[in-house]
């Protein structure tokens, strides 16, 4: 059983539900990021979600395209972020996610990257831009090494499309609030709802929402439906509002408390 597997379990009979921050590898360093992974575990994260910066991020917001390029001012790649991921793995068993687009983990591994992943304590791959009918080699090969795979479901996707997803998904399902990139909302979509009841119809796994989620209230209305909320370009804004400051991380630790705790 996976890390992740194993901290929806444990959540379900406490009645409490995950709350899934994300933030970019390297914004504004790795020694930076480090320190927040930490935070996050200390300040209640069930899952983290480590993006990995990319040069040309599809389904990335402006929040997420400055981190990526305030990352990618030094050189940055999987190779520089599996021992970041060892090191907070010798001292905390939150599950970590890497978020990221395929190309920097086939220039990475290969062949090898499940084990590659596995040794540095990566609990699970979600590949925005590898759609399931090419994705039986991948996903053979994390099986194998223990990853999670973990997909999209988007507001347009059909009931055919969201039964082909869950055969290859496993960990949870990230279920996309709104159609479009990543970014922040006033107000979350009143179709999320009905999107999650129509997944839960395909699949016993567990089901996340992110997208447009910002704010405590965004959270507990996203808790009352679905297994996790996914909270990212709100962490990532308030990562770039501190740059410079030494409250940098501490700043992050509290803007997740209340996140959590409202």
């Given amino acids: 059983m996976s890390r992740i597997v194993e901290?929806?379990?444990?959540?379900?009979?406490?009645?409490?539900?995950?709350?899934?921050?994300?933030?970019?590898?390297?914004?504004?360093?790795l020694a930076?990021?480090?320190?927040?992974?930490?935070?996050?575990?200390?300040?209640?994260a069930d899952v983290i979600e480590l993006g990995v910066p990319f040069s040309d991020p599809m389904a990335d917001g402006p929040v997420i395209q400055r981190?990526?390029?305030?990352?990618?001012?030094?050189?940055?790649?999987?190779?520089?972020?599996l021992p970041l991921v060892a090191r907070f793995r010798e001292k905390f068993d939150v599950p970590v996610m890497l978020f990221t687009?395929?190309?920097?983990?086939?220039?990475?591994?290969?062949?090898?990257?499940?084990?590659?992943?596995?040794n540095a304590g990566v609990d699970g791959v979600l590949i925005t831009d590898l759609i399931p009918e090419e994705a039986d080699a991948f996903v053979g090969q994390m099986r194998?090494?223990?990853?999670?795979?973990?997909f999209l479901v988007a507001p347009t996707s059909t009931d055919e499309r969201i039964k082909m997803i869950t055969e290859y998904a496993s960990g949870f399902i990230y279920v996309v609030a709104r159609?479009?990139?990543?970014?922040?909302?006033?107000?979350?979509?009143?179709?999320?709802?009905?999107?999650?009841?129509?997944?839960?119809?395909?699949?016993?796994l567990p089901i996340a929402v992110g997208f447009?989620?910002?704010?405590?209230?965004?959270?507990?209305?996203?808790?009352?439906?679905a297994d996790g909320a996914v909270v990212g370009s709100r962490l990532v804004l308030e990562i770039e509002k501190s740059l410079g400051s030494p409250a940098l991380v501490e700043n992050v630790a509290k803007l997740t408390k209340?996140?959590?705790d409202g």
């Fill in 179 to 204: 159609t479009g990139v990543t970014g922040m909302r006033d107000q979350m979509s009143t179709d999320v709802k009905s999107i999650v009841e129509r997944v839960r119809r395909h699949t016993d």
């Fill in 212 to 225: 447009g989620i910002s704010t405590h209230e965004h959270v507990n209305d996203v808790w009352s439906y």
């Fill in 144 to 150: 194998s090494s223990g990853i999670d795979t973990i």
């Fill in 7 to 29: 901290r929806f379990k444990q959540l379900k009979p406490t009645g409490r539900k995950a709350f899934i921050p994300y933030i970019t590898a390297g914004d504004p360093d």
């Fill in 101 to 118: 687009y395929f190309n920097p983990l086939l220039q990475f591994a290969g062949e090898k990257m499940g084990e590659a992943l596995k």
């Fill in 67 to 81: 981190a990526s390029e305030r990352a990618l001012q030094n050189p940055i790649g999987i190779a520089d972020i």
């Fill in 32 to 44: 930076t990021t480090e320190q927040i992974l930490v935070a996050l575990a200390e300040a209640g």
């Fill in 258 to 260: 209340q996140l959590i």
